[in-house]
C-alpha cells in the first residue's frame, strides 16, 4: 500500500533523459522533402511550405512581405474573400509570413479535411493574381500602421538597433518606411512571386495526427510543380554603422525610453552558440536572471528586461532590450553594464547554474510535448542545416557546462566596449 505519509521524490528536470522523436521523410515526385510526425490525440494537422523567399531576395523594400501577404488576396478564380470563406467552412486557418530569408504558408486543419484544402493552397502559390485593389488597400494599411508604430519608442528602437549592427542595406538591418509601400506594383510582385515561389525553392514540414495517404495526398497536390528542393544561397555583406553609442528623442511628450544594447554573435554553428545559452539565461534570458533581479526587482527601473541571441542562419546579435522611465534610462544602462562586469569577474554558484540548468531543461521538456512543438523543433535543425546530434549536444552542455567555462565566455561576449547602445526617448 502507499504510503502518504511520504512525499513523493521531486526531480529535477536534468534528471530526465530527453528524446526527440524522429521524423518521416517523403520525397515527392519533384524533389521536394517533406518531414512528418505523427503523434498526438486530436484528429488535428499543422502543414507548414517554408519557401526561400523572405526579404534577403527582394529587390526593393517591402516586397517580399508584400507578396507573402497577397497570397490569400485573390486568384484567377476566386476572390480574397472566398479564399478566406473556403477555409473558415471547414473550420482551417491558414496563415502566411515572412522572415529574413523565409516565407512560409502554414495550414491548420482536422486531419479529414486535408484533401479539400490543399488543392486551394496549391491555387494560392500557383495562381496569385496580386488584384490592384487587393495592393491598394494593403499599402493603405500598411502606412496607417506605420505611422501609429512611428510614435512609439521601442518600435522605433527595434528598427534601429538592426540597422546600426548589420547596416541598412543588409536584410537584417534594413526597414521600410512609407515611401516603400508607395513604391509598389502588382509587377514587381508578380516578379518575386514567379521566382522564388513558382519556380523557388522549398521544403514542406507536417505534424499531427496524419491520414495513412499523406504522402499520396500532397505528392499530387505539389509533386508536380515547378518549385524546386534545397535552399537557395545567398551572401550579404555587413556594414555596421561606426558610431556606437545613440541617443534619439522621438517623442518629447513620453514618460519612457526605449533601450537596446546590442552586438553581433557567431550563429548556431558556432561552437560558444549553445555555450551562449547558458549564459544569456543567467545574463538576461528569464524571469530570474540577473538584470531582472537587479533592474526590476531591487532597483524598480522597468517591469521587464531581457537579454536573447537573435535566431539567424548567417550572423546573429546579442540583444539587451527593455523600456524604462526617462529619468532612469542612463541608470538603467550603467546597471546593464555592471551585471556584465560581475559575470566577467565571478563564478557564477552552483545553486544559480542549477536553477538555469533545470529552466532551460524544463523549457526543451515543454518543447516535446505534442506533435506541433516537435516539428518546431526539427525544423529549427533542417532549416540551420544542423544534424540531430545538435539536439543531443545541447542538452550534455547544458547539464555540464562549468561556472568556468561561463566566466569564459563572459570576458569573451560580454565586454561594453563590443556594443552598440541606444536609448530611444
Given at each position: 500500500m502507499l504510503n502518504r505519509t511520504n512525499p513523493p521524490h521531486i526531480k529535477d528536470a536534468i534528471e530526465f533523459d530527453l528524446k526527440l522523436k524522429p521524423y518521416e521523410k517523403f520525397v515527392l515526385d519533384n524533389g521536394i522533402e517533406v518531414y512528418a510526425i505523427d503523434a498526438g490525440a486530436q484528429d488535428v494537422l499543422q502543414m507548414e511550405m517554408v519557401f526561400y523567399a523572405g526579404n534577403s531576395f527582394e529587390k526593393s523594400n517591402a516586397v517580399a512581405a508584400t507578396t507573402s501577404y497577397m497570397l490569400k488576396n485573390g486568384t484567377s478564380s476566386k476572390s480574397a474573400f472566398e479564399l478566406n470563406e473556403h477555409f473558415e467552412y471547414y473550420g482551417a486557418y491558414c496563415n502566411r509570413t515572412c522572415q529574413n530569408e523565409t516565407a512560409s504558408i502554414s495550414l491548420h486543419t482536422l486531419s479529414k479535411h486535408l484533401p479539400v484544402l490543399l488543392p486551394v493552397i496549391k491555387e494560392m502559390i500557383t495562381d496569385s493574381i496580386f488584384p490592384e485593389e487587393e495592393l491598394s488597400i494593403y499599402i493603405q494599411n500598411s502606412?496607417?500602421?506605420?505611422?501609429?508604430?512611428?510614435k512609439k519608442c521601442d518600435f522605433v528602437a527595434n528598427r534601429l538597433i538592426d540597422a546600426y549592427l548589420f547596416g541598412?542595406?543588409?536584410?537584417?538591418?534594413?526597414?521600410?518606411?512609407?515611401?516603400?509601400?508607395?513604391?509598389?506594383?502588382?509587377?514587381?510582385?508578380?516578379?518575386?512571386?514567379?521566382?522564388?515561389?513558382?519556380?523557388?525553392?522549398?521544403?514542406?514540414?507536417?505534424?499531427?495526427?496524419?491520414?495513412?495517404?499523406?504522402?499520396?495526398?500532397?505528392?499530387?497536390?505539389f509533386g508536380h510543380l515547378t518549385i524546386k528542393p534545397g535552399k537557395q544561397q545567398i551572401t550579404n555583406s555587413i556594414l555596421p554603422a561606426v558610431t556606437k553609442k545613440y541617443r534619439l528623442t522621438n517623442d518629447p511628450k513620453g514618460v519612457q525610453g526605449a533601450i537596446r544594447i546590442a552586438r553581433d554573435f557567431p550563429n548556431r554553428h558556432h561552437p560558444d552558440f549553445m555555450k551562449m545559452m547558458v549564459l544569456n539565461t543567467v545574463f538576461g534570458g528569464f524571469f530570474g536572471s540577473r538584470l531582472m533581479s537587479n533592474i526590476r526587482e531591487e532597483k524598480g527601473y522597468t517591469y521587464g528586461i531581457h537579454s536573447y541571441v537573435q535566431n539567424h542562419f548567417q550572423d546573429t546579435a546579442l540583444l539587451i532590450s527593455t523600456e524604462a522611465g526617462k529619468d532612469v534610462t542612463e541608470a538603467t544602462v550603467e546597471e546593464i553594464y555592471k551585471e556584465m562586469e560581475i559575470l566577467r569577474e565571478e563564478l557564477i554558484d552552483e545553486e544559480e547554474l542549477l536553477l538555469v540548468r533545470n529552466y532551460l531543461i524544463g523549457n526543451i521538456l515543454g518543447d516535446l510535448d505534442g506533435p506541433f512543438h516537435i516539428i518546431g523543433r526539427w525544423k529549427n535543425i533542417i532549416l540551420?542545416?544542423?544534424?540531430?546530434?545538435?539536439?543531443?549536444?545541447?542538452?550534455?552542455?547544458?547539464?555540464t557546462i562549468s561556472a568556468e567555462e561561463l566566466k569564459t565566455l563572459a570576458n569573451k561576449y560580454l565586454q561594453p566596449a563590443d556594443f552598440y547602445e541606444l536609448i530611444v526617448m
Open positions: 502606412k496607417q500602421k506605420l505611422s501609429v508604430s512611428l541598412e542595406n543588409h536584410p537584417y538591418g534594413k526597414y521600410i518606411v512609407a515611401a516603400d509601400y508607395d513604391a509598389l506594383s502588382t509587377a514587381q510582385l508578380k516578379e518575386h512571386f514567379q521566382q522564388y515561389y513558382l519556380n523557388g525553392h522549398c521544403v514542406i514540414f507536417v505534424a499531427g495526427k496524419l491520414p495513412v495517404d499523406l504522402f499520396k495526398v500532397v505528392n499530387e497536390q540551420n542545416n544542423l544534424k540531430e546530434e545538435y539536439f543531443y549536444d545541447s542538452i550534455k552542455m547544458i547539464k
